[in-house]
Nanobody, 116 residues
Framework: QVQLVESGGGLVEPGGSLRLSCAAS????????MGWYRQAPGKQRELVGS???????NYADSAKGRFTISRDNAKNTVFLQMNSLKPEDTAVYYC??????????WGQGTQVTVSS
């Protein structure tokens, strides 16, 4: 049973930055493509961006140019660096594997609130 633990969220003013982390207990973590997802109140969970096992990244249009995903396979951790944050980025952020026919059990997520 893979456990995902997200951290690093908080309250930040518009234009600010946050760096989120996600630690996964998965064996062979390095072989999985990983994604960062977010869910705003009243909205469906959406994919923010992803990183392949080879380190290739892809982003939703809303994140391009502002967010950067990276990973440290030695620490089973994936990161989301968020810059130039906007109020519409307010959501609970989650990580999970990306692609395939199933997700691992979702973690508790980390709340990001962008407000002045």
């Amino acid at each position: 049973q893979v456990q995902l633990v997200e951290s690093g969220g908080g309250l930040v003013e518009p234009g600010g930055s946050l760096r989120l982390s996600c630690a996964a207990s998965a064996r062979f973590f390095s072989i999985y493509d990983m994604g960062w997802y977010r869910q705003a109140p009243g909205k469906q969970r959406e994919l923010v961006g992803s990183i392949t096992s080879d380190g290739i990244t892809n982003y939703a249009d809303s994140a391009k140019g502002r967010f950067t995903i990276s990973r440290d396979n030695a620490k089973n951790t994936v990161f989301l660096q968020m810059n130039s944050l906007k109020p519409e980025d307010t959501a609970v952020y989650y990580c999970n594997k990306q692609g395939g026919s199933y997700f691992w059990n979702w973690g508790q997520g980390t709340q990001v609130t962008v407000s002045s």
